[in-house]
């Protein structure tokens, strides 16, 4: 399965040290040149954080997409980086995106695709066993890297993973 992926999954998941999700999720991720440079060049960085080079993601492809002017019209509306993901994801027929931002998630699911995110994967990993715990990641995101998972979702992560 291919997905495509936005900035914020690939940078929270580097700074968990658990890119390793991707690869047991997905057989390839495609990412935009927007994203690339997100990465490399954080608007911002936390403590203990880097910028993360694809060097250390090497299931990673980079791949812009071809319609410049829907780019170009959703960037109107969110950032470079979600708007070349959304677009790739679309070119691509991508059943899913990687998107963890509320506006790209409500985007993404009005094109037909289907965000998924970080806080989700996580969950996801443990449900099959490759976690033991989800909660101190999240508490991780949350404190350390000042990654913002609202109240709800939180909750209803932690009810799924069972803790």
């Known amino acids: 399965m291919i997905v495509v992926s936005d900035t914020s999954p690939i940078r929270a998941l580097s700074f968990i040290e658990q890119l390793s999700i991707l690869e047991k999720l997905f057989g390839a991720v495609v990412i935009p040149p927007a994203v690339v440079d997100e990465l ?90 490759f976690l033991r715990e989800v909660r101190p990641l999240l508490d991780r995101l949350n404190d350390d890297l000042g990654f913002f998972i609202g109240h709800t979702p939180h909750r209803q992560i932690l009810e799924l993973a069972g803790e």
């Open 40 to 129: 490399a060049h954080p608007a911002r960085l936390a403590i203990d954080d880097s910028p993360v080079m694809l060097a250390q993601f090497p299931l990673s492809e980079v791949r812009a997409p071809v319609d410049a002017s829907r780019v170009d019209q959703l960037a109107q509306i969110l950032d470079r980086g979600e708007s070349e993901a959304i677009v790739l994801a679309e070119e691509l027929r991508c059943s899913a995106i990687l998107v963890d931002e509320a506006a790209g998630r409500r985007i993404a699911l009005r094109k037909g695709l289907v965000p998924l995110g970080s806080a989700g994967m996580l969950q996801r990993q443990k449900k099959v066993g």
